[in-house]
């Protein structure tokens, strides 16, 4: 009887000892898949904590493999790829260093602002419905509704001054202090200059936006559109917008610009085709005496 039982538990012991080997293969197989223990594309990550503002430098990172199974958004694979740049928020030790956490010339680390432009938010008044459907990456026309004598509504004056603008981010309405509705934000691509203007209109004049298709390149001279002209009382004067961005700047021949001129400010004589219309000239030139 005994000699019987001997070959099966042989059998017996062999199924268990291959059954092992294969649960031990499977189970060893999930963990490193769950724990990120296979390898992966190469990420730069920090090699020591690094504080908001360091220029990096290829000895502050290095390559390990991203072992996780969702990929890592705005990797960066290479050391080269980020020597030079600037952190925007302060990183740890291995912490991955994203496209969103550094300042380049191109992106401004995921802000959108490119080197030489500003971003710069202005308070959007009748636009509500527009403002609800804007998103980052749209682009608008900025629209300045002035009235230089409050008490004649006769000389309201709207004028279409910049074109393309393009939208940054929204803040849609929000209430204040007083619980009343403020108006709503929006973050604005722009030139310096294009910034100072918008600045300048949102403390002393009304803004609304039109929403414009993105692939609308178009740019021209749009008049200035007074209560007169909108019932039939008058012509439209074709005011050509004062920043109306153009695709290279034009200096005059006789009037040189030297390095060393102070920059001019901003100041409410940019908003004359608003104020005094088409027919007001500055009284330097000779031609308008």
Not at 118 to 137: F, I, K
Not at 140 to 150: C, E, G, M, S, T
């Amino acid at each position: 009887m005994r000699k019987n039982l001997l070959p099966l538990l042989g059998i017996a012991f062999a199924v268990a000892i291959l059954a092992t080997v294969v649960f031990y293969e499977l189970f060893l197989s999930k963990f490193q898949l769950g724990s990120g223990t296979a390898s992966g594309p190469p990420v730069v990550v920090a090699a020591r904590d690094l504080d908001r503002g360091a220029v990096l430098k290829p000895e502050d990172v290095k390559v390990v493999n991203w072992n996780r199974s969702a990929p890592l958004k705005g990797a960066i694979s290479r050391p080269e790829q980020v020597a030079g740049l600037n952190l925007i928020a302060a990183v740890e030790v291995n912490e991955p260093i994203t496209e969103a956490r550094v300042a380049s010339r191109q992106g401004g680390g995921g802000l959108g602002i490119a080197a030489g432009m500003r971003a710069v938010s202005v308070h959007v008044v009748d636009s509500s419905g527009v403002v609800a459907m804007l998103r980052p990456g749209h682009r608008v026309d900025v629209q300045v509704v002035a009235a230089p004598n409050r008490d004649n509504q006769q000389d309201v004056r709207l004028q279409t001054v910049l074109q393309r603008m393009e939208v940054l981010a929204v803040s849609p309405q929000a209430e204040n202090a007083l619980g009343r509705s403020a108006a709503p934000v929006i973050t604005l691509l722009a030139t310096p200059a294009e910034a100072d203007m918008l600045g300048l209109a949102d403390s002393v004049a009304r803004i609304r936006v039109t929403l414009r298709n993105p692939m609308d390149e178009q740019r021209g001279r749009l008049p200035s559109m007074t209560l007169p002209v909108l019932f039939g009382q008058g012509k439209a004067a074709a005011v050509t917008p004062p920043l109306l961005r153009a695709t290279k700047p034009s200096v005059p021949r006789a009037l040189p610009v030297s390095a060393s001129a102070p920059a001019r400010s901003t100041s409410a004589r940019a908003l004359r085709p608003l104020a005094g219309g088409a027919d007001t000239c500055p009284p330097i030139p000779p031609s308008c005496r």
